[in-house]
């Protein structure tokens, strides 16, 4: 007991030491970068670290900071008990205190939603949707996040009651009036989509919209030129869409155009390269999807992304290895 | 296939509303009585038919409508050849056998209605793309000729004497000629059947007296189809008899007692430089040596009046080497051209709109196409795209609908 004190006495020292090494240094650069230093923020700390030492590394996370050590230096819990080995914490023998103490606070929480909802009835006064909680965009802490909450390790059911704990307690209609409490468990997501830019329609001189796109499959290349107030007339290296033998080609090429309804309305001017006619009638394909993009609304535009027309085929052709018979295939196994 | 026409017209017009800009304006007249009407799909899509069966009588007003050709006249003019082997099937399912009337056959007949007879032999040579339709065209001239009383001397497809010959024999009356004695019977036959009718009310004489062998004579003075009944008997001087009747027939037109039309399907052949036959020292013999090609030869000449050529030129008569380009002046060669010199070139195309209506109509009518999407406005958008609007392409496609 006596050991763990003087650690938990250790590493408070520990602590206050670096923190006040910490101010001292937020001064001194204060000072080099000629600002204040009353008014001396933490990201004004970053800016200038980076000024002061900068570095040509990728990784974030490798290149010289400064931070506060509270941010440093993990958190641990420490005095859990005084010199008499009484734990602090009511609950210290349940063995994980903070954990229990958050869901002993939830519980608290959801009685007095509950007798608030009473009184509301007697008042006759009903829930008000304007007040509901939003929790838009966010979504209930990841295990580890929690366990770096509560400084805690938990086992995957606990988190799981946990968090179906918490959807109850959000679920209440009065909810509003803990906000706080479940905002400290909610965190923000990121919106992952991207939305690119689709290039705008082009105009010739006598006033056609027309597209351009390139498009790749294998080792082919397309560039493609969609015009539209057109009559389906489709050229493909000067020569009709018969330039494609097969019927499955003509199909690929088509199959953009007849899918957003376009067929037999724009013109198709494609010029292909490389490779062979299955690699050629797919690169016009991606080429065609892209342009159409322009000249078609938002609904289509995610149909033909669900199709799967928008999809750059990554597919390329795989290499022989020696000893084996293709790519994959090996030679037939003889057991002796 | 079936999937693609599957999907919802009406749908796919809400769908994109935003684009009606895009849209062109629907030609207003004669295109829009083909078009079928999205609003009331239940209409039932006939073919556009017309009951003028006699290709003298066609004008432009008829063009896209189908015509039928009665099933005697058929097998008579047809029955050994001239109906492209694909096209008969079809027309042995759809129990009659109907020709679409088409600028390139209608400008041959108009031509031909306007020819001076006294001049040497006009001749027509259609061009086009493969599967465009030139042989049809020439199915629909001769018709016409046979209507308008000319003689035939019609070869349905030459390049089967070239590369898909049944027999060569070496000529027995001509040193370094080679005789088709089995192919030359049966264009006797062919020629017989055209032209029996003819025949007997023309009245035409040999001029001159055929020695055969050293019992069978032919004295001059006798009728002309004596000679092609003994090619049809004896197969050993049948290609020697077509040397006969194509002399005979020149002479007879040059002095004005009948008119001789020369119906040809893939004339170039005639000027290839190999045929299929391998001589003793390996090398392959020169068509130009054949019996029956040097006696059509002669009918491509201008020294002799009252006559017109009629032929196609296709790439596929050729031999696989020269095959590149459509047009005649290439797949003539120089020889060709210059015998051939001058003639009338008259394009073959693709379907044109009108004319892509008229067709998914007719495959529609006789229960073909039977997909309801079929006949719908984006059905035949689709099947005009995958096809390219091209006869011969739209056909392979439909037959597995």
């Known amino acids: 007991m006596k050991a763990y004190q003087e650690k938990a006495q250790a590493l408070d020292a520990l602590m206050f030491e670096k923190t006040t090494e910490y101010e001292i240094g937020r001064r001194h650069l204060a000072n080099m970068m000629g600002e204040d230093p009353e008014t001396f923020t933490d990201e004004d700390i970053d800016t200038a670290i980076e000024y002061l030492f900068p570095s040509g590394l990728f990784e974030p996370r490798a290149r010289p900071l400064m931070k506060h050590p509270t941010e440093v230096f993990a958190r641990k819990k420490v005095a859990e008990f005084d010199e008499t080995g009484r734990p602090f914490h009511v609950l210290f023998y349940t063995g994980l205190p903070n954990y229990y103490q958050v869901l002993h606070d939830l519980s608290e929480k959801v009685r007095e939603l509950d007798s608030f909802s009473d009184r509301m009835m007697q008042y006759n006064i009903h829930k008000d949707p304007e007040r509901t909680l939003n929790v838009g965009g966010t979504e209930w802490v990841k295990k580890e996040q929690l366990e770096d909450i509560l400084l805690e390790k938990l086992k995957d059911k606990q988190y799981e009651f946990f968090v179906r704990s918490m959807n109850r307690l959000l679920d209440h209609p009065f909810s509003y009036r803990v906000e706080e409490f479940i905002m400290k468990f909610r965190k923000h997501v990121q919106i992952s989509v991207i939305h690119k830019e689709i290039p705008k329609l082009m105009f010739t001189a006598e006033g056609t919209p027309y597209m351009a796109a390139v498009g790749r499959r294998k080792t082919s290349t397309a560039s493609v030129t969609v015009y539209g107030r057109g009559s389906g007339k489709i050229s493909i290296n000067g020569e009709d869409l018969l330039y494609f033998k097969y019927i499955q080609d003509r199909e690929q090429v088509l199959f953009p155009l007849q899918f957003s309804g376009l067929l037999g309305k724009v013109d198709v001017v494609a010029d292909v390269d490389g490779g062979g006619f299955s690699g050629q009638s797919g690169a016009i394909r991606y080429a065609i999807s892209m342009a159409v993009r322009s000249f078609v609304d938002e609904q289509m535009m995610e149909k033909m992304r669900l199709a799967g027309l928008l999809t750059r085929d990554p597919r390329r052709h795989e290499r022989k290895k020696p000893g084996w018979k293709g790519a994959r295939a090996k030679y037939t196994w003889k057991k002796r | ?401």
């Open chain 2, 1 to 401: 296939m079936a999937r693609l026409l599957s999907r919802n017209i009406f749908q796919s017009f809400s769908d994109f509303g935003g684009c009606s800009a895009l849209v062109r304006n629907v030609a207003v007249g004669r295109e829009a009585r083909w078009w079928s009407n999205e609003a009331s799909p239940a209409v039932k899509v006939t073919a556009p038919r017309t009951s003028l069966n006699q290709p003298g009588l066609q004008t432009e007003e008829q063009l896209g409508l189908w015509y039928t050709l009665e099933q005697d006249i058929a097998k008579q003019l047809f029955g050994l050849g001239g109906i492209p082997k694909q096209f008969a099937t079809q027309c042995k399912t759809f129990a009659e056998t109907c020709l679409m009337i088409r600028k390139p056959a209608l400008t041959t007949i108009d031509y031909i209605k306007k020819t001076n007879l006294a001049l040497p032999p006009n001749k027509f040579i259609l061009y086009g793309r493969e599967g465009v339709g030139k042989s049809l065209s020439l199915v629909h001239i001769t018709h016409f000729l046979s209507q308008d009383n000319w003689l035939l001397v019609h070869i349905p497809w030459a390049p089967r004497w070239r590369r898909g010959f049944k027999e060569i024999t070496a000529s027995a009356t001509v040193p370094g000629r080679y005789d088709h004695p089995l192919d030359a019977v049966i264009w006797l036959q062919h020629f017989k059947s055209q032209n029996s009718q003819l025949l007997k009310t023309l009245q035409l004489e040999t001029s001159e007296e055929y020695k055969w062998s050293r019992r069978e004579v032919t004295e001059a003075g006798a009728p002309l189809i004596d000679i092609v009944e003994l090619g049809i008997s004896r197969a050993r001087f049948a290609s020697d008899c077509i040397m006969a009747v194509t002399t005979e027939l020149k002479k007879h037109a040059t002095h004005q007692r009948c008119k001789i039309a020369v119906v040809a399907d893939g004339i170039n052949t005639f000027f290839c430089l190999t045929s299929r036959y391998r001589l003793e020292d390996l090398t392959y013999l020169n068509p130009e040596n054949f019996t029956i090609f040097q006696a059509f030869m002669q009918l491509f000449n201008n020294n002799w009046r009252n006559g017109v050529v009629v032929a196609s030129v296709d790439s596929l008569a050729n031999d696989g080497a020269r095959r590149e380009s459509y047009l005649p002046r290439y797949l003539l060669r120089q020889k060709g051209w210059e015998t051939l010199d001058p003639f009338i070139p008259i394009l073959v195309s693709n379907y044109n709109e009108l004319e892509m209506q008229s067709i998914v109509d007719y495959y529609v009518d006789r229960n073909w196409l039977q997909n309801p999407g079929a006949s719908s406005d984006t059905g035949r958008r689709e099947l005009a795209g995958l096809s390219s609007c091209n006869p011969y392409t739209l056909m392979n496609i439909c037959n597995s609908l």
